[in-house]
Structure formats: structure tokens, C-alpha cells
């Protein structure tokens, strides 16, 4: 693959539901004369995004921002309602036909006990699609898995149990050898490492980071942890709503944020300090993706919203930083302190 060609991009990408009226809403509809009419949810609306062959690309937001939704369309999960996707340059729907191509995308879920199959043991869970796909034979299945568990941590007498007989951080690290088995190019983890105790999150962070060094995968890493995030990525997308409010390198996100969503974000994340400080949450709730807010749709929370957020529909553009950011007010409230406005 060319230096140049990004492992993993999408264009546009979008995602809608139809959430069609329960048995209530229609009986209602029906006394007032009326046909209850379905609702449409835009979970993620019009992403774009690239992810860097070695890089690991965090993406945050509160829950129901559209995170998971979006980890899916790339996992060749769930179709994307439009948009377009590619795969080292290669159009996505050619390389999800593709068996061979296909197994270089892989993903690991949040819960590892309902993602593993309780009546295998570790040696078919995470052997047998190796040798499915002609990756090894099955006469070197044992000897395979025994190295890939040695990988996360874990040893060959670990080969004969069920996924019952182990800790939550042990399941996971099964996990992550499943997906390593098959010798992918591009890890999606979606919130990986929110089940686990913190300690065990540490553990399973530093592993995915030995991982990285050794092998060189692209992974796409999703959590509403920025701790975690600010731990293992180069580059952070925040989410809300179902769009990019903000891209920007780490090191540049949490030093200097530029979207007023982003900042507030960091605000309420706890920090080590002998210094007191006022905790400030974001204000209000988020809005149901049923009946999102027009314009901006972070305007009815944010402290520096004018008539023109709620009315502009805004753009994700790049930003003097490198980054980019869809704030209609970047130029007149980067650095300012939210206490000041």
C-alpha cells in the first residue's frame, strides 16, 4: 500500500433508523383521525473521516452520539444508509466481499462474556477462524493459539476453558486474540474497556498499546473514557448527535480544545490535583436524535449560542490548529475560558 494511501476512509457517511409508532401512539392517531406517522433517526449523519495505516484514531461523545453505530458500518456490520467507505483505497463493498480482504477488519465489543461463545473453549474460540481460512492447518492450531495467547497475556493452560472460568479482563484479553488470530490490519474497539474494573482497564490499555508497537495495526478506538482515549490515540473525533463536531491530534485536543462541546467535555474529566476547582457539567440534557435541535445541535447547551446557531447548520471545517471543527463561533471563542463568557 502507498505511504500516502489512508488505510481506512469515509465520506458522508450516514445512518438512519425508522422508528415506526407503537400500538399507543397509533390507537391515539386513529380516535383523532390521523395516521400516526414514523419517525426518522439520523444516528450518525454525514461523517467523514481517515484513519493513517499505524495510527490509532479515538472517537468520543456521550452515549447515544452515534458512536457505536458508526464502529459497526466500518465492522461491515451494519449497511450504511449513504456514503462511501474505502479500505487501503479500495471501495469498501468490493473488500467486504472479499473473504480474504474482509478479515483485515476486525472488531472487539464491549461485553466480552455475550461476544464469546460459552460452549467452545479457548482453542476453538479463538483458533478456528484461522483455520477456516486456510491461515494455519489444523494440526497447528494448538501451538498457534498458544503463541496469540501469549500475546495478551495469557498461557497454554489457559487453551481447555470455557469463557465462565475466567475474570472479565481475561475474557477480553480472549477476545482480543480472536481478532488477532486472523492476522487483521485494522482493529475496531468499541468501548473495550468499559465492562472491566479501572485497574484491569489500565492493563487492557497498555496491552492494545504493546499490540500497536509490535504488530503496526490501525485501530479505530471508541470510548466515552478520554482518559483511555488521551492514553492510546494520536488523533480524537468528537461526536455529538450523530456529527463531527471536532477532529484534532491528542496532544492539541486536551491542551487546547476548540469546540465549546469538546471544552466542556474536558471540563467534567477528573483530574489529579492538590488545586480546588469547581466541577461544572454540561447543562441540560442531550436532545432526543428522535427531535434533534436545528442548527447547531449543541446550541441549546452551550453558553456561547447565538440566533445564528440555532439557525445555520454548520460545516465541519479544518481549523488554523491542523484540526477541525463545526463551531459557527471558532474565530471569536478560541481561548476563551467557559468562565469567561
Known amino acids: 500500500m502507498n505511504q500516502e494511501t489512508p488505510i481506512f476512509e469515509a465520506h458522508d457517511l450516514t445512518k438512519t433508523f425508522v422508528v415506526k409508532p407503537d400500538f399507543l401512539a397509533a390507537a391515539a392517531a386513529k380516535l383523532m383521525g390521523k395516521t400516526a406517522a414514523s419517525q426518522v433517526v439520523r444516528a450518525v449523519d454525514n461523517i467523514s473521516l481517515t484513519l493513517k495505516d499505524g495510527e490509532t484514531l479515538g ?5 447515544g452520539c452515534g458512536k457505536s453505530t458508526l464502529a459497526r458500518m466500518i465492522a461491515g456490520i451494519s449497511d450504511a444508509t449513504s456514503g462511501d ?5 479500495k471501495n469498501y463493498e468490493n473488500v467486504l466481499g ?9 472488531m472487539i465489543f464491549q461485553d466480552p462474556m455475550s461476544s464469546l461463545n460459552p ?29 496469540i495467547l501469549k500475546t495478551v497475556g495469557l498461557g497454554e493452560e489457559h487453551l481447555s476453558r470455557f469463557p465462565h472460568q475466567f475474570s472479565g479482563g481475561q475474557r477480553q484479553r480472549i477476545g482480543i486474540a480472536r481478532a488477532l488470530a486472523v492476522k487483521p490490519e485494522l482493529l475496531i474497539c468499541d468501548e473495550a474497556v468499559a465492562a472491566l474494573d479501572v485497574s484491569v482497564q489500565a492493563q487492557i490499555a497498555n496491552l492494545f498499546m504493546d499490540i500497536r508497537a509490535a504488530t503496526g495495526l490501525s485501530m479505530l478506538f471508541i470510548s466515552h473514557d478520554l482518559s483511555v482515549i488521551r492514553h492510546i490515540c494520536d488523533k480524537v473525533v468528537v461526536m455529538y448527535l450523530g456529527r463531527v463536531v471536532e477532529v484534532a491530534d491528542t496532544k492539541t485536543l ?16 477528573p483530574k489529579i490535583s492538590l488545586e480546588r476547582r469547581q466541577f461544572l457539567p454540561i447543562q441540560g440534557e442531550i436532545p432526543s436524535p428522535l427531535d ?16 445564528r446557531c440555532q439557525a445555520e447548520t454548520p460545516q465541519l471545517k479544518t481549523d488554523d490548529r491542523g484540526g477541525a471543527n463545526n463551531c459557527l463561533r471558532y474565530s471569536e471563542i478560541v481561548g476563551v475560558e467557559l468562565d469567561d463568557a
Open 292 to 307: 434533534p435541535p436545528a442548527g447547531c445541535h449543541f446550541h441549546p447547551r452551550c453558553q456561547f449560542a447565538t440566533d
Open 98 to 106: 472479499n473473504t480474504a480482504e474482509a478479515l483485515k477488519i476486525q
Open 59 to 63: 472517537i468520543v461523545g456521550e452515549s
Open 119 to 147: 460452549r467452545h473453549k479457548v482453542l476453538d474460540i479463538v483458533g478456528e477462524g484461522p483455520v477456516t481460512h486456510g491461515i494455519i492447518k489444523r494440526s497447528e492450531m494448538r501451538e498457534y493459539v498458544t503463541g
Open 85 to 89: 467507505m474505502k479500505f487501503k483505497g
Open 254 to 269: 486536551f491542551e487546547a480544545p476548540a469546540h465549546p462541546y469538546t471544552r466542556m467535555l474536558l471540563e467534567g474529566m
